[in-house]
């Protein structure tokens, strides 16, 4: 039902690519969603992301039926450090597998590179270590032939904001975002004014700075005195 009244939402908000999180529940659970969204929601592109979820014993098998759905991409099927088995899904289908843990900075993708475990990367600001690394992410992979696309890490409107840019200046970044949480899965964001998104897309503001300003008094309500280690 979740599911099913954010599909509705987004519709309605323009937006026409969704990426689906698979490798949470069942196989075949997986495919049921799939069947659907193929089905009910025609007009939707769409993107899959394991986030490593799956076994190397099962993995060939179960991205074998996603890529049946023509996906744009299927994202990290498997852990980070198994090169060898991204490069045997990566060789095994037609639909471009994407690399997420397995890459974090310019020296992550040379080696994803050379030993030819993907066909694009998900670049993050974060992850990379700031705009500027994040560039030279997208830039190497582009010289490789490969993709990018631009990814978060469940963050806020305020990061979103850095993404937008970052992709902005780096046309390498070819495949769009994924700066959702701000509009749709956060109960409140922290910005005076909401992230810019009109008909599907990010908008990039012309404002000084990140284009942003924080809501000092959110900041205030959602601040912790103390972090607690898990």
Not at 27 to 53: S, T
Not at 62 to 83: L, M
Not at 130 to 151: E, K, L, N
Not at 190 to 211: H, S, Y
């Amino acid at each position: 039902a979740q599911d099913i009244d954010l599909l509705a939402r987004l519709r309605e908000d323009g937006v026409r690519i969704v990426k689906l999180k698979t490798g949470f529940k069942d196989h075949a659970f997986d495919l049921m969603r799939l069947e659907r969204l193929a089905q009910d929601y025609p007009e939707f592109a769409v993107r899959v992301d394991y986030n490593q979820g799956l076994s190397i014993e099962d993995a060939p098998a179960q991205v074998r039926d996603v890529a049946e759905f023509a996906p744009d991409f299927i994202e990290q099927p498997v852990r980070a450090h198994h090169y060898a088995m991204m490069a045997k899904l990566s060789a095994m289908t037609d639909v471009p597998l994407l690399a997420d843990e397995s890459v974090f900075g310019p020296e992550d993708m040379e080696r994803a590179a050379r030993e030819g475990i993907c066909d694009g990367v998900s670049v993050k600001v974060m992850k990379s270590g700031g705009p500027s690394r994040g560039q030279m992410v997208a830039r190497i992979a582009a010289t490789h032939g490969m993709s990018a696309y631009g990814g978060d890490m469940f963050e806020a409107g305020l990061a979103h904001l850095a993404g937008a840019h970052m992709i902005a200046a780096t046309p390498e970044i070819t495949l769009g975002c994924e700066f959702y949480q701000a509009s749709y899965f956060l109960r409140e964001d922290i910005l005076e004014d909401p992230f810019p998104v009109k008909d599907g897309n990010v908008i990039v503001p012309e404002a000084p700075g990140l284009g942003g300003r924080p809501d000092l008094g959110k900041l205030d309500h959602y601040a912790v005195e103390q972090a607690v280690a898990a």
